[in-house]
Nanobody, 121 residues
Framework: QVQLVESGGGLVQAGGSLRLSCTAS????????MGWYRQAPGKQRELVAG???????NYVESVKGRFTISRDNAKNTVYLQMNSLKPEDTAAYYC???????????????WGQGTQVTVSS
């Protein structure tokens, strides 16, 4: 089994910062892309940031210059540093990872349970 566990969400005032973490555990052979998504009430889930196994990153336009995604491959962990937070960043944030459990099995995407980020104005 593979499990992704997020942490670091909470309530913060506009302009503040939060750092989200997501650690994958269980039977893992390798991890390819990892990413952070978010879903606000009444809206579709959207990709916030993604990072490849070699560190290439991409961001949704609305967070460029404010959020930074990074990963520690030795710890099977992906991070999302969020600065200059705005009320419109309020959402449930989910991490995902494309994971091979053994060298003989095709990779599949796993999701974390989500962590709430609330930004007050």
């Amino acid at each position: 089994q593979v499990q992704l566990v997020e942490s670091g969400g909470g309530l913060v005032q506009a302009g503040g910062s939060l750092r989200l973490s997501c650690t994958a555990s269980g039977s893992i052979f390798s991890i390819n892309d990892m990413g952070w998504y978010r879903q606000a009430p009444g809206k579709q889930r959207e990709l916030v940031a993604g990072i490849t196994s070699i560190g290439s990153t991409n961001y949704v336009e609305s967070v460029k210059g404010r959020f930074t995604i990074s990963r520690d491959n030795a710890k099977n962990t992906v991070y999302l540093q969020m600065n200059s937070l705005k009320p419109e960043d309020t959402a449930a944030y989910y991490c995902n990872a494309d994971i091979k459990r053994t060298r003989f099995i095709s990779p599949r995407v796993y999701w974390g349970q989500g962590t709430q980020v609330t930004v007050s104005s």
